[in-house]
T-cell receptor
Framework: GEDVEQSLFLSVREGDSSVINCTYT??????LYWYKQEPGAGLQLLTY?????DMKQDQRLTVLLNKKDKHLSLRIADTQTGDSAIYFC????????????FGKGTMLLVSP | EAGVVQSPRYKIIEKKQPVAFWCNPI?????LYWYLQNLGQGPELLIR????????DSQLPKDRFSAERLKGVDSTLKIQPAELGDSAVYLC?????????????FGPGTRLTVL
């Protein structure tokens, strides 16, 4: 089955860039996802990348995918205090459309 | 458009009592998920429904947990009897199948505390 690992905590200053890293084990994963969870709320999809892409940019978010190393990263440019939240990396448990396996989440703390 | 609705938002019960959670998915979403989220952890799947059929319930502790999705819309998750270790957030999510892309929309969750 799929296993997803993330660093647990990241602290940055407002205006800096944040980079959150994730590794996964199932090389047949088709789509890979980043979700955001604010306190007391459910998860919200931030962005996703298809496995045949190396990079995807969406406004302040950049996703980089290294399939050889099974490494995924999320870069947030010009990080704001409102970006403080927990970020989850997720990959399908089996290839194709399926249940997602989530990492433990990276808590991002942005200080003024 | 309303998102995924869950109730109650918070529930406090004593151990050995029964408890039930309710979820109303986004209209038109055929797939419904129940997840368990422990403190400091990511969501872990308990059960996945395609319409009214449970297609993945391998992680559901069937001795005390049960779920149903009558008419393929709303769903309830029940625990009977509850144990101290069941204290967690129970998340419901739904998705509309669009090829291999699986965007799940999550409700706010029900925070269960078992005393």
């Amino acid at each position: 089955g799929e296993d997803v690992e993330q660093s647990l905590f990241l602290s940055v200053r407002e205006g800096d860039s944040s980079v959150i890293n994730c590794t996964y084990t199932d090389s047949s994963s088709t789509y890979l996802y980043w979700y955001k969870q604010e306190p007391g709320a459910g998860l919200q999809l931030l962005t996703y990348i298809f496995s045949n892409m190396d990079m995807k940019q969406d406004q302040r978010l950049t996703v980089l995918l290294n399939k050889k190393d099974k490494h995924l990263s999320l870069r947030i440019a010009d990080t704001q205090t409102g970006d403080s939240a927990i970020y989850f990396c997720a990959a399908p448990r089996h290839s194709g459309y399926s249940t997602l396996t989530f990492g433990k989440g990276t808590m991002l703390l942005v200080s003024p | 458009e309303a998102g995924v609705v869950q109730s109650p938002r918070y529930k406090i019960i004593e151990k050995k009592q029964p408890v039930a959670f309710w979820c109303n998915p986004i209209s038109g979403h055929n797939t419904l998920y129940w997840y368990l989220q422990n403190l400091g952890q990511g969501p872990e799947l308990l059960i996945r429904y395609e319409n009214e059929e449970a297609v993945d319930d391998s992680q559901l502790p069937k001795d005390r947990f049960s779920a149903e999705r009558l008419k393929g819309v709303d769903s309830t998750l029940k625990i009977q009897p509850a144990e101290l270790g069941d204290s967690a957030v129970y998340l419901c999510a739904s998705s509309a199948r669009t090829g291999d892309h699986n965007e799940q929309f999550f409700g706010p969750g029900t925070r269960l505390t078992v005393l």
